[in-house]
Nanobody, 125 residues
Framework: QVQLVESGGGLVQAGGSLRLSCAAS????????MGWFRQAPGKEREFVAA???????YTADSVKGRFTISRDNAKNTVYLQMNSLKPEDTAVYYC???????????????????WGQGTQVTVSS
């Protein structure tokens, strides 16, 4: 059974940093893209960042220069380092896995096959 478990969320002041982790189990995902999405109250889920199976990262313009995605295939884990956090970054953050052997990591949520339960990130002003 595939499971994705996020951790690292919490409450932080504006300008602070958090590092999210997502540990996958149940199978090996080295041939899949791994991504992060977020959903704020009353808003649709939006793409944050993804990293392809070859390690090429993609980052949404809204977080570019502040967020960095990385992966450790040996640990079946994807990370999201979030720096210079803003109140508008407040959301539930979800990790996802999909895009088997795709040359470019997907940026659409419906192209991901597996999802975590989400972790809350709250940035106070």
């Amino acid at each position: 059974q595939v499971q994705l478990v996020e951790s690292g969320g919490g409450l932080v002041q504006a300008g602070g940093s958090l590092r999210l982790s997502c540990a996958a189990s149940g199978r090996t995902f080295s041939s899949y893209a791994m991504g992060w999405f977020r959903q704020a109250p009353g808003k649709e889920r939006e793409f944050v960042a993804a990293i392809g199976w070859r390690g090429l990262p993609y980052t949404a313009d809204s977080v570019k220069g502040r967020f960095t995605i990385s992966r450790d295939n040996a640990k079946n884990t994807v990370y999201l380092q979030m720096n210079s956090l803003k109140p508008e970054d407040t959301a539930v953050y979800y990790c996802a896995v999909g895009g088997f052997l795709r040359s470019a990591a997907p940026v659409e949520a419906n192209e991901y096959d597996y999802w975590g339960q989400g972790t809350q990130v709250t940035v106070s002003s």
